[in-house]
């Protein structure tokens, strides 16, 4: 009699767990993940690390599987690190988030903008949240409700905000300074900032304008030349025109004196017309 001997091979559902599901680490330092999984039969490992900056290396072949992360950058934080089971009979995934912490960086400010409010705006990446202050020429710069920061959009560990003057005068001018800190560092940026002349600065006048000015006022063009000239003409013609006519009346009138004594004609005796360039009269000669 012949003996059967028949195996029966059992099939399960793969499973995976993680070592950590909560990954923390600093920025700078390395970090390994592991990946363990169940299964009928065994199944295949896979790490899902998709746009994972930090180098990185993984190791399948053991149970259980490893995921380790070198020099990890501060790029990576918030990204979702995946460790997939597989078989014939179907899959399991299990995800973790990395968590990076990692010093301030101010990455972006620039001078004020007008807006409804006039903004210092600014970008500061940090993990965990990093605390701001903002110095004006060197002192504290103490928030109230006209003058104080805000945050407008938060994007994982970047933050974007502003610090929100309201109608600023030529007394908030000079220099601001943003303090980002938290317990891996910090980090500062400073920004020059003008918002109104000082009154009475658009009304001085500088040597250049001085020079302008002076030069503008000594200017004499061709046409002043020629009119100057046309005016002192007409003047001198006018003098000598008067003049002539003077001499004209003087003349007529020696000429009458001369000769109205011994005139033929007219009135004899003692009397005779006195005439000159202004009047005529009757004179009487006293012999």
């Not at 001997?5 to 499973?15: G, K, R, T």
């Not at 363990?36 to 993984?58: I, K, M």
């Not at 990576?76 to 399991?92: K, P």
């Not at 600023?168 to 980002?180: E, F, I, Q, R, S």
């Amino acid at each position: 009699m012949l003996g059967y001997c028949v195996v029966v091979s059992i099939a399960d559902l793969p499973s995976a767990n993680l070592s950590n599901y909560n990954i923390t680490v600093v920025e700078g330092k390395s970090i390994t993940l592991y990946c363990d999984t169940t299964g009928g039969p065994p199944p295949n490992v896979s790490w899902v690390v998709t746009n994972l900056v930090s180098n990185h290396e993984s190791d399948t072949n053991k149970n259980p599987a490893s995921l380790t992360i070198k020099n990890v950058s501060s790029m990576d934080s918030g990204l979702e690190i995946s460790c997939v089971a597989e078989n014939i009979v179907g899959e399991d995934q299990v995800s973790a988030e990395l968590t990076v912490f990692f010093a301030p960086n101010i990455t972006f400010i620039e001078s004020p903008t007008p807006d409804h409010h006039w903004c210092i705006p600014f970008t500061v990446k940090g993990n965990p949240k990093p605390t701001l202050q903002w110095f004006y020429e060197g002192a504290v710069l103490n928030e109230s409700e006209y003058i104080c920061t805000k945050i407008h959009v938060i994007n994982q560990s970047e933050y974007h905000g502003c610090l929100q003057l309201d109608n600023p005068t030529h007394l908030n001018n000079g220099a601001y300074t943003l303090l980002a800190k938290n317990d891996y560092g910090e980090d500062e940026k400073r920004v020059d900032a003008h918002f109104m002349a000082v009154p009475g600065d658009e009304y001085e006048t500088t040597p250049n304008d001085l020079g302008d000015a002076t030069n503008n006022s000594n200017q004499i063009t061709s046409t002043d030349v020629s009119n100057k000239e046309n005016e002192d003409s007409i003047t001198v013609y006018v003098v000598v025109g008067i003049a002539a006519l003077v001499c004209t009346g003087l003349v007529i009138t020696l000429i009458i004196l001369k000769f109205g004594r011994h005139s033929k004609f007219g009135m004899k005796g003692k009397q005779g017309w006195f005439c000159t360039f202004w009047n005529c009269g009757l004179y009487e000669l006293r012999l």
